[in-house]
């Protein structure tokens, strides 16, 4: 990839907050860094807003509501066809803007361009297939209409990992339902969402629906936003920790909420599973975005007499992975979001160890600039290692071996997260005992990864509330209305 194309791309990123349909400075002209986490080095300073922004962010949103709310549906669809258009056509500068700013492959990062643009279609679709009920009561004396009304103006907070396939998660079926949006991205990838802000500037989006606010000061700037009783929904993409704090503030207004928090997903292997097929979707559900998704197998618990078949075949491969920069060719392997995510996964694999987990591959980061850490498999996990209860978020496999189903269940739902699971097993009647007894809101059966736009996704326990995507997805955003009249024949 040449230099060229990268200036070029970061160089049409806007570089302001977009408000009312206007790219504007901060209010008081703060700005931040945006960082390349394979190199270490700044790729473009952005606005930076404080709470005068959000507010007037919110504002903007406000007022454009009562006009798209009222705006056929048929055309909130089309423009977010446009959008969908749009993306295809723009999908490699997409790419290559979340593989500068996140570090994921470009491969990866093409995949995610092909799933974020597939909620623009997909609520497009879903937009006009929202319907209510109209019937007599049951006592004859009059007739119920049951109807959907959008929410009213929401804020979308989405975290870096996924920086595109977050923000049309939320924003998409938002919009379907009628409701205008104020997004907030994490500062540590702001960049496509920015650049995303132009795709729909140039849909034809009537200014003020969708309003983007960039800040170095997310804890503040939020805070006021959802003080304001103007807000009538937060949905929220991040850490179970900072959720939970979005919740205690969203209860003063009493707010929709929808969480999708951590997740620490098992990943389940039976002694009847097709093992070559168990280790290709280990290596996805583990190593897909360099192991920083909330979906990534977080445990894997492995059946006594293939553990050790299983351990040696996905360290095989692990062994054979490319390290780099995601626009390298072949890179499977790109950097961590920044130093600190490779201090917490040198401290949970340290620990493993200390506890007497045997190191099979990698075991540490990686010199030179960059935050990189190897692969690593680590097999013999103890119980009670810090690594089993924590999220990893970094590409480090731990294996622990098992007896009999019910020490498999007993050991996959000893978590207080419930995103997702991960089960092989060549068994459908055992396949269905794991769908009824993992504690989960998602599960791949002989599948490692599950994420799909026409899919209800998110997680049970302190994995969150709420879906996206799905049919379920638009009605995060809708509120239901029952009107009573009177029997019309008197
Ligand atoms: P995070 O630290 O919780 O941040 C998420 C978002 O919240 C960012 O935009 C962040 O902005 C913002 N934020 C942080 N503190 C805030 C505060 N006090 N008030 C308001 N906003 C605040 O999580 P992350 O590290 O970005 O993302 C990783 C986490 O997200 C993991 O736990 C992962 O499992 C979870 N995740 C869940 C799903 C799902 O669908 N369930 C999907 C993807 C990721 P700044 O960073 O700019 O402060």
Redesign the pocket.
Same mark, same amino acid.
């Given at each position: 990839m040449s230099q060229d194309v990268e200036k070029q791309l970061l160089a049409d990123v806007p570089d302001g907050l977009y408000i009312g349909g206007e790219w504007r400075a901060a209010a008081d002209g703060g700005t931040l860094e945006v960082r390349d986490p394979a190199t270490g080095g700044a790729v473009k300073r952005i606005a930076s807003a404080g709470v005068a922004d959000g507010t007037a962010a919110l504002d903007a949103a406000s007022e454009a509501f009562p006009d798209w709310a009222s705006t056929p549906v048929r055309e909130r669809a089309e423009l977010l066809r446009r959008a969908f258009d749009l993306v295809q056509e723009r999908k490699e500068d997409f790419a290559l803007l979340m593989t500068i700013e996140m570090g994921k492959p470009l491969a990866e990062a093409r995949g995610e361009v092909a799933y974020g643009g597939e909620f623009l279609r997909w609520f497009s679709e879903q937009a006009a297939h929202v319907q209510g009920r109209y019937g007599a009561n049951p006592e004859g004396t009059g007739r119920m209409i049951v109807s959907q009304h959008p929410v009213g103006p929401c804020y979308l907070?989405?975290?870096?990992?996924?920086p595109l396939a977050?923000a049309t998660?939320k924003i998409a079926p938002a919009l379907a339902a009628g409701c205008t949006v104020v997004v907030?991205?994490?500062?540590?990838t702001?960049l496509t969402t920015l650049y995303f802000a132009k795709v729909l500037q140039d849909a034809g989006l009537p200014d003020g629906v969708v309003n983007v606010i960039t800040?170095?000061s @997310?804890?503040p /700037?939020?805070?006021a936003i959802i003080a304001d009783p103007r807000l009538r929904k937060l949905s929220?993409?991040? @850490?179970?920790? /900072?959720?939970k704090?979005?919740l205690e503030?969203a209860a003063g207004g009493v707010l929709r909420t929808s969480m999708?928090?951590?997740?620490n997903a098992p990943f389940v292997v039976f002694d009847d599973a097709d093992l070559g097929k168990a280790v290709d979707g280990a290596i996805a559900a583990k190593f897909r975005n360099i192991g920083?998704?909330?979906?990534a197998a977080n445990r894997f618990i492995v059946q006594a007499g293939v553990a050790d078949e299983f351990a040696r075949r996905v360290t095989e491969r692990v062994k054979g992975f490319k390290t780099g920069r995601g626009t390298e060719e072949g890179v499977m392997i790109g950097p961590l979001?920044d130093d600190k995510a490779v201090s917490k996964a040198e401290e949970l694999v340290r620990d493993a160890i200390d506890r007497g987990a045997t190191l099979r591959a990698g075991g540490g980061p990686i010199d030179g600039p960059g935050s990189f850490y190897a692969a690593t498999v680590l097999t013999d996990v103890r119980p009670g290692s810090d690594i089993l209860s924590e999220?990893i978020?970094g590409p480090v496999v731990t294996i622990m071996a098992f007896e009999d189903e019910d020490e498999a269940v007993r050991l996959a739902n000893d978590t207080e997260y419930g995103?997702v699971s991960y089960v092989y097993t060549e068994s459908l009647a055992r396949g269905q005992r794991m769908i009824e007894k993992l504690q989960t809101g998602m599960m791949g059966l002989n599948v490692g990864v599950v994420s799909n736009a026409a899919a209800p996704?998110?997680?049970w326990k302190l994995?969150?509330l709420g879906r996206?995507g799905g049919a379920e997805g638009i009605h995060e955003y809708l509120q239901t209305k029952y009107t009573l009249t009177a029997n019309p024949f008197g």
């Open positions: 907070i989405t975290p870096w990992n996924f977050m998660r907030k991205p994490a500062a540590l702001p800040t170095s @997310s804890g /700037v939020s805070e929220f993409t991040g @850490s179970t920790q /900072v959720g704090k979005l503030q999708e928090l951590g997740g920083q998704a909330c979906t979001i999220e978020f995103l996704f998110g997680g994995s969150g996206e």
